[in-house]
DNA sequence: GCGGGCATTGCGGATTTCCACAATATGCGT
DNA sequence: ACGCATATTGTGGAAATCCGCAATGCCCGC
């Protein structure tokens, strides 16, 4: 699939612009002046990441961001955001959109960090379907990461765990959210799904 | 992975007369004396089916039964109960034991019993590791149970579900609960794990 | 010594999962 | 008509998951 910087703002002459700016650093680009317009179209298989505008009318930002999320989207986001915006913008971050951008900006930076975010969807979407990458990233986990990982791909509940490794039961969730990470995941079914074509397992 | 029925009984005289009972309608028995002496020798590999007294010294019956679930043991387990101790039983019978039999009880019964949990249990395996009866077993599902397994599969919360399918969070876990149970599994992973070599998936 | 990585743990709160119990409606086969 | 399977929904409560915030200790490299 191609990969494209989303630009999703209700401002045209910026999206233009941010448009013109990327396209001439070689980044592909398409644009939706609302946040509806690009959810009707969004995929969870799309690739490349999104830049989004906070302030828009009908659905914003952080809604479209919210519900974006809530879906699975896996696409890297930078925010874009007016100086008085900031809190809404750090929000969505602690939320984990990759950045975010006060406007005006300085089009080096912005193009720099859409090529960034391109970059890290390009390696999430790598480690999720290479088998090689996927050795890469196991060999990444700590010790204990991998005793985690072993486990949950039994289906066990985090006490049980816990109990197995004597270990509490945060200690278990602090190892089981560091390898989901490492290993690219959200959810336990989709680590199971990333290792298929590891039989032998990590053990 | 050779079936047994495992007797777990602090009685040798009931434990060697099963035992004795069960061989000669062909089954393989393993016999152990206390909860904890065959917690040490469980795993989650064992085939066959656990026969397990209600009243033992040191670990209980259920205190044992309770272990084993939360460790996930798929084998069936039938609990012998005395008259008095029914109520325990039952209790057992709702946290999803196969069956439970009141000593002194018919010998036939018992065996068939037995044989039948043996059965249920082959029966699970092969479903586990035969891709041809995952499609048998896909097939099972209704179009409801489909619809939402494949978007278990996709890691999305059962609320993103039930938005999508027009239909409420409770009718979604009914639906994910039914089609665990048709395809013979108790989590997410282990689904993902089951249906890995699907790749097309069931939609 | 300092900084960083790793391992560990506790607390508190929010969210999600799970399910017993209960109920209604529809369609189909006997 | 009756029974069964399927689909749906609500209530309430328990358990499990998730994570921010905070902290300590150990080891290793600079």
């Given at each position: 699939?191609?990969?494209?910087?989303?630009?999703?703002?209700?401002?045209?002459?910026?999206?233009?612009?941010?448009?013109?700016?990327?396209?001439?650093?070689?980044?592909?680009?398409?644009?939706?002046?609302?946040?509806?317009?690009?959810?009707?179209v969004w995929s969870p298989a799309l690739a490349?990441?999104?830049?989004?505008?906070?302030?828009?009318?009908?659905?914003?930002?952080?809604?479209?961001?919210?519900?974006?999320?809530?879906?699975?989207?896996?696409?890297?986001?930078?925010?874009?955001?007016?100086?008085?915006?900031?809190?809404?913008?750090?929000?969505?971050?602690?939320?984990?959109?990759?950045d975010f951008v006060e406007k005006p900006c300085?089009?080096?930076?912005?193009?720099?960090?859409?090529?960034?975010?391109?970059?890290?969807?390009?390696?999430?979407?790598?480690?999720?379907?290479?088998?090689?990458s996927v050795n890469t990233l196991i060999d990444?986990?700590?010790?204990?990461?991998?005793?985690?990982?072993?486990?949950?791909?039994?289906?066990?509940?985090?006490?049980?765990?816990?109990?197995?490794?004597?270990?509490?039961?945060?200690?278990?969730?602090?190892?089981?959210?560091?390898?989901?990470?490492?290993?690219?995941?959200?959810?336990?079914?989709?680590?199971?799904?990333?290792?298929?074509?590891?039989?032998?397992?990590?053990?």
């Amino acid at each position: 699939m191609t990969a494209y910087a989303y630009l999703v703002d209700d401002d045209d002459a910026i999206r233009d612009s941010l448009s013109w700016l990327l396209e001439s650093r070689g980044v592909a680009c398409q644009g939706y002046s609302s946040a509806e317009e690009f959810l009707a179209v969004w995929s969870p298989a799309l690739a490349g990441c999104l830049v989004l505008d906070i302030r828009m009318d009908g659905m914003s930002g952080p809604e479209l961001f919210d519900i974006l999320r809530e879906r699975g989207n896996k696409l890297p986001v930078i925010i874009l955001t007016g100086h008085g915006d900031v809190p809404m913008a750090v929000s969505a971050l602690k939320k984990g959109a990759f950045d975010f951008v006060e406007k005006p900006c300085n089009d080096n930076e912005l193009a720099n960090r859409v090529i960034e975010a391109l970059k890290l969807d390009e390696t999430q979407r790598l480690a999720a379907s290479g088998n090689v990458s996927v050795n890469t990233l196991i060999d990444s986990l700590t010790t204990r990461e991998q005793q985690v990982m072993e486990r949950v791909l039994t289906g066990k509940l985090n006490k049980v765990i816990a109990d197995e490794l004597r270990i509490s039961m945060r200690t278990v969730e602090v190892h089981r959210a560091k390898l989901f990470e490492k290993m690219g995941v959200r959810t336990a079914v989709e680590l199971a799904q990333l290792l298929a074509g590891k039989r032998g397992g990590p053990g």
